[in-house]
């Protein structure tokens, strides 16, 4: 039993890093476009500078989160319902019609607010203990998804204001 807490944990935190890296890599946004530098190699040296020390600190930040997180995560599978319960507010937990499995609304439709991305587990401990971890590893859903009736009358709406 030990053993596949383990495995399962340190599975999980290996996507997290994986998840965490590319939250990271592909912010372009920060990004200035190299072109715009101009000729002056003088600025565009300090800036690639600048972006290491970016990246680099970046990097720290990730490897020195991962650390204690096999700790935070132990005392999880420790903490009574209700203690879990109180870690997990922010996220909706519900019963499916049929059954007794639970799923967790990880994400929701900015125009309708109904579930856009859900999770399925066979108990609700097992739906609490998956967003508890998530809460501790530091995760936060999108909030820029639409559902696919929101999005067509979305885009409806730009072909009516384009004519």
């Known amino acids: 039993m030990m053993y596949r807490l383990r495995a399962a944990l340190q599975g ?16 372009e946004s920060e990004w200035a476009d190299a072109e715009e530098l101009g000729e002056n190699a003088g600025q565009e040296a300090r800036f690639l500078r600048l972006q290491l020390t970016k990246a680099r600190a ?18 999880l599978f420790h903490m009574p319902d209700d203690g879990l319960r109180e870690i ?10 049929v059954g007794t499995s639970c799923e967790v609304v990880l994400e929701h439709c900015v125009f309708c607010g109904c579930a856009v991305k859900t999770e399925a587990f066979q108990s609700a401990r097992d739906a609490l203990l998956y967003v508890a971890l998530l809460q501790t590893a530091g995760y936060q859903p999108r909030r820029n998804l639409s559902c696919p009736p929101c999005y067509a009358e979305y885009e409806k709406s730009l072909e009516l204001s384009q004519d």
């Open 88 to 97: 997990a507010r922010s996220y909706e937990i519900r019963r499916k019609s």
């Open 12 to 27: 999980f935190c290996r996507r997290l890093s994986r998840f965490m890296a590319r939250h990271f890599i592909d912010r």
């Open 58 to 75: 970046e990097n720290t930040d990730l490897k020195s989160r991962t650390k204690d997180f096999g700790e935070r995560f132990a005392a």
